[in-house]
């Protein structure tokens, strides 16, 4: 394969009191598609963060074209020819799509912006990306997933020689995944050298050539895609074989039809958001929702919470109507909902774990009545022993836990409140595969305790293991339930989710 | 030692005790407390006097940047009130009658509430983010003020009313005892109660809070009213010590000395955790630096310079950036301090 | 054909966007309180009383360019005021040491880009709150009036003078020199507000800084760059205010920052950052100094109506505003 493209060795980085990097190597090769990979906290993002200048390194040297280098910041690194797409969008969605695209690099005359100049060379870009979008458009009147492809196109515009993309499918429809992995293969046929991160290992199968695996901020393996199999792969990201991969038994095949309906949903809907379904929640069962990002699994479920105000429709408690103020009117008919962004709809991340943890129970009660220190430190010792929560100190402020802890933090806080429904928006996402796996035979052992749940997840495969009934949405629709009996497998769900039917 | 270096009052404590050192260094009486005629003087007396009221607007401050708010109106609302409360001790026919004074303060207190509940209103309710909700009163409080006093300075001669912001009790000053018992009082619902969590809680991660079941608005509602009351009070304090009220200087800037005392305390202007006991020293910190400066011999015209270079110090010390490039030079303890948050960068 | 001709009309005749409404709200009420003024007082339909306000302002529309393009990117400078009372006190008293004014022009200047650069280097460096960075710019900058003295010093400065009285005139009309050059400075930020990087980068930050910063683009750079100019718009402010006051004070412009970010409210731009243009500023302050004008014909309103008339109508732009933002989002 000649000389790499990039290679870093001996990379190490440390933050106060943590080893985020140590002795890394990491080689990259032109027209090459690279997948890095790990559990959350591998260093991974530490590693593409070195790599495009947002952190300095404390030891080891990176070579770029055999010249080594060093970026001093995100400007330096682009200069250099590495362009980066990050999993949240980072544009701003107050300028116009052209202007996201050039901005920094606008075509300039004498130092005036050329926006004529500018316009077309933007529609010209996006329709090579088969985007139609009015570039002069302000960027917010886009969805996520078009703002995340204009993004990409801003990476290739420039002559970049290396393309970051970290978790840029995350946010994408299967549809939105293909077209980017078309781009991809026409970059890596002009031989850019791309990275890729991705928390699908399908995706990862599809379209890389090579991976790297960090573990603990090491590097455990760089191998040819082809050359290892996905078991042996999660084997190496987790350092042990996995307790994922067991299956968890069958909870299916009961039937929920004499238990008693906790939840009721009647023509319930809100416009722009999901139109109207009904649906029916039974104690001691799980129904997962199934469908693609954007089908509105997010929205359904938060108007069980009233997160959001339904403008048709309502919602039955226990057979008697009630409406939904907002998440304290649910909270009294027993109603959790863990959201599917903890950073910024979950946590109080300056407050420490105990305070989290409390936080639900302790709105409920009121300002006027606050929980006795002793009763919280008893409940708080509790569920961080129960859901295992790591460091076990419950006065830590809750940023400094990792992903995974955070959401057990985050699950504790609603569990305390003994809820009989219980909202779980993507608990899985973005944690490590240990955590994973614990969450998952938690919602087993809720729901044999007789708690109702409602499960959203982008991954097929676990809302197929651990639910009794599956709700599929498509394009802002309940398009259909299926009870999970032998019959439902990965491709029937697909099916029905790519078909509506 | 670590843990004391590191405690979030340790820096202020400092300074504080620095000031105080360099008073005694230039006047060796400095810490001389005399007891004449039932009171208490000395400079140290002095200080605190001085603090009362800035004490009492940082005071409602402190729990308004708390839940990520600010309110920049409390100047105007100092200048109201003392201009109501005169306004209407002028209009009676015996000044020193002591329930005319009562209903008078009564009444001035009632309007800074009421203002108040209109600052909490335009932020809970309407929406509107607090820099821009309290810059409204702050614009047209000021006018109002003249507006009641009709543009003069209303002079008044009543002994009941000058109690308030120059009188004794016990031999210590009223104000003292009053900002020191309104700061008890506070402290005590705060953090006995559950409203000292569910504010920070609000004013750390306002959605994750509404999520949580907390309802915020009250809360948002309660310390702007709060912040509205503390500075009535500071207003008659304020205008009973000189007997007169000037709708337009009286409280002039005193929201950002308030400011001020709230960031030197420690509490973040972000929001979220905060200190009432920090904030109280912060604003006897800025009051001491006001007496040193004079003490010192610093001409009176250098005080907004020295007061420039003291904000300036005293940020940056508490500044996360600056101590981390401070703090780089020796192996330090670890800091409970995420990797990640190192690149966000505060808006 | 048809179609040729729709495009076109939508081209032409689209509807104003959402981002244009506060502005066009601003430009309205303008019109509305003008036509009120010449209906209700004789001798309001005077063109020269437009002009006036232009002239009475010219300083406050200076000083409103720069706080535009401090508040674009999400800051705040309450410096101003106070900076611009430095530069009056530093021209008097440089004047009457018997310096050329014009030699003491550039000084002021760069005293004013010193300041905002210091401030902005604070802000950037240290992650310091604007809000406070620019609280103790503020409190050093009345500190040194005050340093080179506590009493107003009077500009005696025959060229001076005859600048500052000096009347341009056209078709029985007159303007002062410090109109032109206040929209000289509203012309050139404009300018670089739209057409020039730094300008888009400042629209960027005030949009996401933490975007702009993984795009590339010069934050710190650009925040330096906005206090530095906030600090020469008040610079020159404040010597477009000795033409009116012909004296240098430490109280001069008190409270001067209030206005300026009023005019930038009322004018349109969000106070969060990222979204507002210039030419709102502008009819932001003329809102301002018409309302003075207003309040002078009335004859029987005492002075202090107008904080309370301003104050009503940032109320009511900022409702408007949010008003608008809910529709977008």
């Known amino acids: 394969m000649g000389t790499a493209l990039l290679s870093m060795s001996g990379i190490s980085k440390q933050f106060p009191g943590v080893k985020a990097l140590e002795g890394v190597d990491f080689r990259l090769y032109q027209g090459e598609i690279h997948a890095l990979m790990g559990e959350n906290g591998a260093g991974k993002s530490t590693l593409i963060k070195v790599l495009t200048g947002v952190y300095d390194i404390d030891e080891g040297e990176i070579a770029l074209d055999g010249r080594p280098v060093r970026f001093a910041g995100p400007q330096q690194a682009t200069e250099a020819g590495i362009s980066t797409v990050y999993q949240e969008v980072n544009l701003c969605t107050n300028l116009s799509v052209a202007e996201n695209i050039f901005i920094g690099r606008e075509p300039t005359k004498f130092g005036r912006i050329q926006w004529g100049v500018m316009r077309r060379r933007a529609t010209d870009l996006l329709q090579r990306l088969e985007l139609d979008l009015d570039v002069t458009a302000q960027l917010s009147t886009y969805s996520l997933a078009v703002q995340q492809l204009v993004a990409i196109a801003r990476a290739i515009d420039v002559d970049a020689k290396i393309l970051v993309l970290d978790e840029p499918t995350s946010s994408l429809d299967a549809g939105e995944v293909a077209q980017l992995f078309r781009i991809m293969r026409q970059l890596k046929a002009q031989g850019i050298a791309i990275v890729f991160v991705s928390h699908f290992l399908d995706q990862i199968y599809e379209i890389c050539d090579r991976m790297t695996i960090l573990r603990n901020g090491r590097l455990v393996g760089e191998h040819l895609v082809a050359d290892i199999s996905q078991l042996q792969l999660v084997s190496l990201m987790i350092g042990k074989e996995l307790a994922l991969l067991e299956r968890l038994e069958d909870a299916g095949k009961r039937s929920f039809d004499a238990a008693p309906a906790v939840a009721q949903a009647h023509d319930l809907g809100r416009s722009g958001a999901v139109e109207p379904f ?224 | 030692m670590a843990a004391i270096i590191k405690h979030r009052l340790f820096w202020p404590a400092v300074i504080l005790v620095v000031l105080l050192v360099t008073n005694v260094f230039f006047s060796g009486s400095f810490f001389k407390v005399e007891f004449r005629d039932g009171h208490l003087y000395g400079s140290v007396i002095d200080i605190l006097r001085a603090s009362a009221p800035l004490g009492l607007v940082a005071l409602g401050m402190t729990l308004v940047i708390a839940t990520g708010g600010i309110d920049l109106s409390v100047g105007a609302v100092v200048a109201i009130a003392g201009a109501l409360a005169c306004l209407r001790i002028s209009g009676l026919d015996d000044q020193n009658s002591v329930t005319g004074v009562l209903l008078a303060v009564g009444l001035a207190l009632l309007l800074s509430l009421a203002l108040g509940v209109w600052n909490g209103f335009l932020v809970a309710t309407v929406g509107i983010q607090p820099i821009i909700a309290t810059l409204i009163l702050m614009v047209a409080g000021r006018g109002l003020a003249q507006l009641i006093t009709d543009g003069q300075i209303i002079t008044i001669n009543s002994s009941p009313y000058k109690m308030i912001g120059a009188g004794y009790w016990l031999g210590l000053p009223l104000c003292v005892i009053i900002a020191v018992g309104v700061a008890v009082v506070a402290g005590l619902i705060v953090r006995r109660s559950a409203l000292g969590l569910l504010l920070e809680s609000v004013g750390g991660n306002a ?94 015209e250098v005080t907004l310079l020295f007061k420039a270079v003291v904000v300036v110090v005293l940020c940056l010390a508490q500044a996360p950036k600056f101590r981390e490039k401070f703090q780089r030079r020796r192996p330090s303890a670890p800091a409970t301090q995420a990797p990640q948050q190192k690149v966000e960068v505060t808006a | ?80 005021g ?196 210039l030419f709102g500023t502008v009819l932001g302050v003329l809102v301002l100094g018409l309302i003075q004008t207003i309040i002078t014909f009335e004859g029987t309103l005492s002075s202090w109506w107008t904080k309370i008339v301003i104050g009503a109508l940032l109320f009511a732009f900022i409702v408007l505003q949010r008003a608008v933002a809910r529709r977008t989002s």
């Open chain 1, 278 to 501: 009904n649906l029916t929640i039974h104690q001691g069962e799980v129904v997962g929702l199934a469908g693609l990002l954007g089908s509105g699994r997010t929205e359904l479920a938060r108007l069980f919470f009233g997160a959001d105000k339904a403008d048709t429709g309502h919602l039955e408690i226990d057979g008697k109507p009630v409406t939904m103020h907002g998440p304290r009117a649910a909270m009294n008919h027993d109603i959790a909902y863990c959201s599917e962004n903890r950073k910024t709809e979950g946590l109080v991340e300056e407050l420490s774990v105990r305070e989290n943890i409390i936080l639900a129970l302790q709105a409920a009660r009121g300002w006027t009545r606050p929980l006795p220190r002793r009763r919280q430190d008893e409940l708080v010792q509790k569920y961080i022993d129960a859901l295992n929560i790591n460091p076990k100190d419950p006065e830590l402020p809750v940023r400094n836990l990792s992903g995974g802890n955070q959401q057990k933090v985050l699950l504790a806080r609603w569990l305390i409140t003994e809820p009989r429904l219980l909202i779980l928006d993507e608990p899985t996402r973005g944690i490590d595969i240990g955590a994973k796996a614990e969450i998952q035979r938690l919602v087993v052992e809720l729901s044999d305790g007789g708690m109702a749940v409602l499960f959203i997840s982008a991954e097929l495969e676990e809302v197929l293991r651990l639910s009794h009934r599956i709700g599929v949405l498509r394009d802002r629709r309940l398009v259909t339930q299926l009870e999970n009996t032998d019959a439902v497998d990965l491709d029937r769900l697909t099916e029905t989710i790519a078909s509506g039917t």
């Open chain 3, 82 to 277: 106070a900076v611009v009372a430095l530069t009056t006190m530093i021209f008097a008293s440089l004047v009457r040491a018997g310096w050329s004014p014009i030699a003491v022009l550039p000084v002021v200047l760069l005293v004013g880009a010193l300041i905002g650069l210091a401030m902005g280097s604070i802000i950037h460096f240290f992650d310091i709150q604007p809000f406070i960075a620019t609280l103790a710019g503020m409190f050093l900058a009345r500190g040194l009036c005050y340093v080179i003295s506590t009493e107003a010093i009077r500009i005696d400065n025959a060229l001076w003078t005859s600048l500052a009285d000096y009347k341009i005139r056209f078709g029985g009309f007159h303007i002062s020199w410090s109109v032109v050059i206040a929209l000289v400075v509203v012309l050139v930020g404009a300018y670089v507000l739209a057409y020039t990087r730094l300008g888009r980068n400042i629209y960027a930050i005030g949009g996401n800084q933490q975007s702009a910063l993984l795009m590339g683009l010069p934050v710190g750079r650009t925040k330096i760059a906005v206090y530095t100019i906030s600090g020469v718009c008040s610079a020159l402010g404040g010597v477009l205010l000795t033409f009116y006051t012909s004296s240098g004070y430490g109280l001069h412009a008190l409270g001067m920052e209030l206005d300026a970010i009023a005019a930038v409210v009322i004018g349109g731009t969000v106070l969060t950052g990222g979204s507002g243009f």
């Open chain 3, 1 to 80: 054909m048809s179609t040729t001709f729709e495009s076109l009309q939508k081209r032409v005749i689209r509807r104003p966007q959402q981002r244009h409404i506060p502005v066009l709200a601003t430009l309205a009420l303008l019109c509305v309180m003008y036509g009120a003024g010449v209906v209700r007082y004789t001798g309001f339909s005077d063109t020269q009383i437009v002009l006036n306000v232009f002239i009475d302002n010219g300083f406050l529309l200076v000083v409103g360019v720069g706080m535009t393009f401090v508040i674009l990117t999400g800051g705040i400078d309450l410096s101003v």
């Open chain 2, 207 to 300: 959605e994750a809070s509404r999520l949580a079941g907390i309802k915020s608005r009250w809360l948002i509602l309660i310390v702007y009213v709060f912040a509205g009351l503390c500075a009535g009070i500071a207003g008659l304090m304020i205008s009973s010590n000189v007997s007169s009220a000037d709708g337009n200087n009286a409280g002039l800037l005193i929201e950002l000395d308030a400011i001020l005392a709230v960031v030197i305390g420690g509490t973040s202007l972000a929001g979220g955790r905060f200190s009432i006991a920090g904030t109280i020293l912060g604003a006897v910190i800025i009051k001491t630096l006001d007496i040193t400066i004079y003490t010192v011999g610093i001409p009176p």
